[in-house]
C-alpha cells in the first residue's frame, strides 16, 4: 500500500491485498486465493474539504450454515467481493464533520436449494447514499447523525433458487436512521446528559420477500459524568437502551427471525492513568 501526492490538491491511494483461506474441519474442506486491488483519488479544492472515488475487492466470509438447515454448522468458502464508491468529507460549517457518498457494493449471495441446504446462490448488488454530520454546535451541545437509503436487489442466482432474481435480500432496509445528541451542563462541571434515536425501516423475511418485519424506532438515554479521582481521570457512564421497552424484530433470516433486546441499562466506568509530576516532566 502506498500514498502518492501529486501537487498539492491530489493524491492517490493505491495497493494490493494477498489473501489464501483454507479450512479443513470435519463439515467444510476447501481454498481460496485472492490478490485484490485497492485504488483511490482525492482531491482537495480547499484545505477542509476532500473529494473522492475509490474501488476496492476483497474476499469475504459467507456465513455458516445455521441449524434449520440440512447441512447445519457447515461453513461456506469465502467469495469475492467489489466496492465502487464516490464521496465528499468537509469541515467547512465550523466545528462539524460532514460526510456523503454514493456507492455501490456487489457480493456474493447466500440461499437455501430445494433439499434445505444453506448455500452460495448468486449475488446481490447494494447501491445507496449515506451521509454524516457530527460535531460541536455551540459552547455546550454536541450531535450526531446519520442515513443511509438503499437499493438492494439479488441481481444472479442459480438454477436452485430463480424465483429470489430481482427480490430483496432478507433483512436488508432501504432506509435506516440514527441521530444523537449529547449536552454539557454549565451548573455541574463534568455532566453531559445525553440521548439518540435508532431508525430501521422494514425488512424481507427471506430472499423470496414472501412476508416483512415491520420498521422500528428505538431511544437511547444517558448521561456521563468525567472527573479526576486522586489524580486520574475517571469516566462513568450509565445508558438506558430501548428506553420505552419497544417490541420490535431486530433480525429476519434464514428461516428465522430474532426479538429485539428489552429495556437495557448498561453502567460503565473508565479511569485513566495517573498523572502528576511524572507526566509534567514528559511534557
Do not use: M
Amino acid at each position: 500500500f502506498d500514498r502518492v501526492l501529486v501537487g498539492e490538491q491530489w493524491q492517490v491511494l493505491a495497493g494490493v491485498r494477498a489473501a489464501d483461506y483454507s479450512n479443513t474441519s470435519p463439515t467444510s474442506r476447501y481454498g481460496a486465493k485472492k490478490t485484490s486491488p485497492n485504488l483511490s483519488i482525492l482531491y482537495k479544492p480547499r484545505p477542509d474539504t476532500t473529494v473522492y472515488a475509490s474501488y476496492l475487492e476483497g474476499l469475504e466470509e459467507t456465513g455458516t450454515a445455521p441449524a434449520n438447515r440440512a447441512n447445519s454448522g457447515e461453513i461456506l468458502p469465502p467469495a469475492v467481493n467489489k466496492q465502487k464508491e464516490v464521496g465528499v468529507k468537509t469541515r467547512a460549517f465550523g466545528g462539524v464533520l460532514a460526510q456523503a457518498a454514493l456507492f455501490q457494493i456487489d457480493r456474493p449471495q447466500t440461499s437455501v436449494d430445494a433439499a434445505n441446504r444453506f448455500i452460495l446462490g448468486g449475488k446481490s448488488r447494494y447501491r445507496g447514499l449515506e451521509a454524516s454530520a457530527s460535531g460541536e454546535i455551540g459552547r455546550d451541545f454536541s450531535a450526531i447523525a446519520s442515513l443511509v437509503l438503499l437499493d438492494a436487489e439479488i441481481v444472479t442466482v442459480g438454477t436452485s433458487n430463480a424465483g429470489e432474481l430481482g427480490r430483496t435480500p432478507e433483512n436488508t432496509p432501504r432506509k435506516t436512521v440514527s441521530v444523537f445528541g449529547g449536552y454539557r451542563l454549565p451548573v455541574v462541571a463534568g455532566l453531559s446528559p445525553n440521548a439518540g434515536a435508532d431508525h430501521v425501516g422494514r425488512r424481507a423475511v427471506n430472499n423470496l420477500n414472501q412476508a416483512w418485519v415491520d420498521a422500528y424506532t428505538t431511544l437511547s438515554l444517558g448521561a456521563r459524568y468525567v472527573t479526576k479521582l486522586q489524580g486520574r481521570n475517571v469516566t462513568l457512564q450509565a445508558n438506558l437502551d430501548n428506553a420505552t421497552d419497544k417490541d420490535y424484530w431486530a433480525t429476519a433470516g434464514n428461516g428465522l427471525i430474532g426479538t429485539g433486546a428489552p429495556r437495557t441499562p448498561r453502567l460503565a466506568a473508565r479511569v485513566g492513568p495517573w498523572c502528576g509530576r511524572p507526566c509534567a516532566r514528559r511534557g
